[in-house]
């Protein structure tokens, strides 16, 4: 049955992806370069805009016009991610906790070793954002 509890926590789970997505962007235009020039291993950095002007053509005064939109509303995304990230904590965490109830000790000891990798990534993220202010 469909009630009242679980269209709330699905709701919960699809504005946190979304509210993800696009931090995730804001925060990869911002921050990216700040982060090792490199994302995903040995991949060179690609900005946010810098994928949107390969992947839609855009033309320099799309992309300058993209830029200023990212740079305008960067620092209301950057306050919205700190309103809702104790909550998103608390998701991730819950989220981490069933899945690692699946796993047997071998996985387990290797996704402890992901979570680990993971929020190490987050944290220097998080340094690096706090120093910038």
Do not use: C
Request: charged share 30%; glycine share 6%; no cysteine.
């Amino acid at each position: 049955m469909f009630n009242k509890s679980k269209a709330l926590a699905w709701s919960l789970l699809a504005a946190t992806f979304l509210l993800g997505a696009v931090v995730g962007g804001v925060a990869m235009e911002t921050w990216g370069d700040d982060y090792d020039g490199r994302r995903h291993g040995s991949r060179e950095h690609v900005s946010y805009t810098d994928r949107l002007e390969a992947e839609l053509a855009l033309t320099s005064a799309q992309r300058e016009s993209v830029q200023v939109i990212l740079d305008r509303r960067g620092e209301a995304m950057h306050e919205l991610w700190n309103e809702y990230r104790p909550l998103l904590d608390t998701l991730r965490d819950q989220i981490r906790g069933e899945i690692m109830s699946l796993l047997d000790e071998e996985q387990q000891e290797t996704f402890s070793e992901m979570i680990a990798h993971s929020d190490s990534v987050r944290e220097h993220g998080r340094r690096r954002s706090s120093r910038d202010q």
